[in-house]
Structures are given as C-alpha cells and as structure tokens.
C-alpha cells in the first residue's frame, strides 16, 4: 500500500516565527488531507488539497502532486497552533487513508 | 450543515468486559463511514469502513466489531476486551462516491484495565 511520511516529527518554535511541514507520498493520489489534532483528539481539517496550491488566513499549502509531496505553511504562529498536523492520503479508489505518522508542532509563548 | 457525534467520550472498562462505542452522523445521507483507533498519541489505523446499512469491511483482524444498523449510525463493538484494546477511538465520514474527503468526530477515549 501506500506510504506517507511527514517530517519532521518535532518542531519547536517561538509565537510568531513560520514554518513548514513536509509529506512525501509514494504513490499518485487522487486526494491529499491536512488534519490539526488539538489537544483535546480533536481532528480538524485544515485542507483538502490534491494538487495546487490553498490558503486560508495563516495557512497555506501546496501539493506537487507529480514529485509525490505536499507542503503545509504555517505563518506568524500561535500557542492554538500547538498540536498534531496528519497529512493522509487514500489508497486508490476506495477513499480509505493512509495517515502519516504526524509533526508534533510545539509553540512557545 | 453535517457533524458527527461520538459517545461516550471516555470510557474505563476492565479486561473481559463487552464494548459498544457509538457514531451518528447528522444532515447528509449514505455516507461512507470509518473506525480508526490511535495509539500513542500518533498515526492513526483504519479498523473499519462501511458503504452502506449492513456493510462491513474489516482492514485489520482483531478482537473488534462493526456494524452499521440504520444508514447513519455506526458502532463498534467487543465483546472481551483485552489490554491491548485501549486507545483512542475516531469516527469519520465521507460523502458516498464524491469528493473522498473525510471528516472526524471528537473521538472516545478507552482504557482497558
């Protein structure tokens, strides 16, 4: 089956700095999910992003979907930024995702 | 607008006891919907998926349950629990042969003690 990896696995930074979170994927998709897990299991979704590029205020992302990897942007970063970020992918045609391990995301005051 | 309700939120059973989580998903009709369980705190793994009223599809062979007796009402179910059974369990839904992207509901926490 497919396989989805997101790195890094750890990202700790300051309120207010940027970063990126990567996931590569080693087979076309059709369908690509960006998922913030807060504190609370919450899964929220952040994008749903095959190919191309969305934004939605601080976020944006962008799939590359022939080099097989998607990027998540997180601009001028919060404490509510704090969680988990899953990217997940679906195994053909049944929609079933496979989910990367995550980018535990840890913003400091 | 849809959501998805889960219950219970947690849930502390003791080895051997049975199991029965809920899932209801309100304001769409003939979704697609899943069970995922997630293990320390990361990567989460598709137990089930359904199509339909009365369709299962099983990904991993376990000590679970699913079945789906209304169109938008899922549950998983035991009935021994083991040890290894505790976890954080997630519902989700997709729109039936559309889009595929799936939404979550707030999860149940169980311990198995």
């Known amino acids: 089956g497919i396989q989805v990896e997101q790195s890094p696995p750890d990202l700790i930074l300051q309120e207010g700095a940027n970063s990126t979170l990567r996931c590569n994927f080693s087979d076309s998709v059709n369908n690509l999910q960006w998922f913030h897990q807060n504190p609370w299991g919450q899964l929220i979704n952040l994008f749903y992003?095959?190919?191309g590029t969305k934004q939605n205020g601080r976020l944006s992302a962008t799939t590359v979907a022939t080099e097989r990897y998607s990027l998540l942007y997180i601009s001028s970063s919060q404490t509510t930024d704090s969680g988990v970020y899953f990217c997940a992918a679906p195994v053909s045609l049944n929609e079933k995702l496979t989910f990367g391990t995550g980018t535990r995301l840890t913003i400091i005051p | 607008s849809q959501t998805i309700h889960q219950w219970p939120a947690t849930l502390v059973q003791p080895v051997g006891s049975p199991l029965s989580l809920e899932c209801t998903v309100e304001g769409t009709s003939n979704p697609n919907l899943y069970w995922y369980r997630q293990a320390a705190g990361r990567g989460l793994q598709l137990l089930f998926y359904s199509v339909g009223i009365g369709q299962i599809s099983s990904e991993v062979p376990q000590n679970l349950s699913a079945s789906r007796p209304q169109d938008r009402q899922f549950i998983l179910s035991s009935k021994k629990l083991l040890l290894s059974d505790s976890g954080f369990y997630l519902c989700?839904?997709?729109?039936?042969?559309?889009?595929?992207?799936?939404?979550f509901g707030p999860g149940t926490r169980l311990t198995v003690t």
């Open positions: 989700a839904w997709s729109v039936d042969a559309g889009a595929g992207e799936q939404y």
């Open positions: 992003i095959p190919s």
